[in-house]
């Protein structure tokens, strides 16, 4: 009999992948906000309950950067006590945890961040992932905090916070999309990513911090580009701004997660971030 993998957050465009590639390996139970409101801990209780999980993948969270700079108090109750009533309940339960953080909890002034890194974030959102993950680690020192950088790929349902569904809708009508142009990250496509987490999940000696991305950086005007161009676009509609947009939260400048660790525990090997990009649109398309 497989064991129960409940997937809270399983709405959203990494969740809902996370399911599907968890499938074959576990009994998957998803979880939308409906099902699971994080924010409410009555509300995990019972999906604890419902459920009876051997092990919770959280990658539910306030993961909009602009919004949670705008309301820090509602990124706090979201990613930060959402995570502690989710942790409260593994503890009781014996439930094993792969709590899904970011890159965003590093301040970017580094070309490469490794595992063992120490978090110094420089917006809210950062801030608060970064005390999810202290909560997470005092609470349950046998979890699993995967770090992402920026996850490409379509998403398997509609309204979901999809890089590639937005640039598309762009370039399909015709309009120019406006991509930083002196920001890093080591994007990984989405079906790695969840590929990865479905082994770690399966791994009983894996514990700890991993990060899950590409084997070197773009920036995200040649991420944007490529993406474009793998779509079949003319990549001179994709247009790099040197200055960030009015209301534009901070963000680190260098975000090279180095993925040092997850090797040791799935053999699917990281790609590169061209690779990723071209996986990402072919996936599907």
């Not at 209780?45 to 108090?73: K, N, Y």
């Not at 953080?101 to 580094?110: H, K, L, P």
């Not at 120490?118 to 349950?140: D, M, Q, R, W």
């Not at 920001?183 to 990060?211: C, K």
Request: hydrophobic share 40%; aromatic share 4%.
């Amino acid at each position: 009999m497989s064991p129960r993998l409940l997937v809270i957050g399983a709405n959203g465009f990494v969740g809902a992948h996370l399911v599907n590639a968890a499938g074959k390996r576990f009994e998957c139970i998803a979880a939308g906000r409906k099902e699971c409101d994080i924010t409410d801990a009555a509300s995990v209780a019972r999906a604890f309950a419902e459920a009876r999980p051997q092990a919770v993948a959280l990658v539910a969270a306030m993961a909009d950067i602009d919004r949670c700079q705008r309301e820090p108090a509602r990124a706090r109750e979201t990613n930060v006590e959402g995570t502690r009533h989710v942790a409260e309940e593994c503890l009781r339960s014996g439930a094993r945890l792969l709590f899904v953080s970011s890159g965003a909890v590093f301040d970017g002034t580094r070309q490469e961040y490794r595992e063992d890194a120490g978090p110094n974030p420089v917006g809210v959102y950062g801030a608060s992932k970064a005390a999810a993950e202290a909560v997470v680690t005092k609470l349950l020192p046998d979890a699993i905090i995967a770090r992402i950088s920026l996850v490409l790929g379509f998403p398997l349902r509609t309204c979901t916070n999809s890089l590639l569904e937005r640039m598309q809708s762009t370039l399909q009508s015709g309009s120019t999309v406006h991509t930083p142009a002196d920001e890093y990250r080591n994007a990984i496509d989405v079906e790695t990513v969840t590929r990865w987490m479905v082994d770690l999940l399966a791994a009983p000696e894996s514990r700890g911090i991993f990060h899950l991305g590409s084997t070197d950086a773009l920036s995200r005007d040649e991420i944007a580009r490529g993406v474009a161009q793998a779509m079949g676009y003319p990549a001179e509609l994709v247009v790099a701004d040197d200055s960030p947009p009015p209301g534009r939260a901070p963000r680190g400048r260098y975000e090279l997660l180095v993925p040092a660790r997850i090797g040791g525990f799935s053999d699917v090997p990281a790609p590169t971030c061209r690779q990723a990009i071209e996986r990402c649109v072919h996936a599907v398309t």
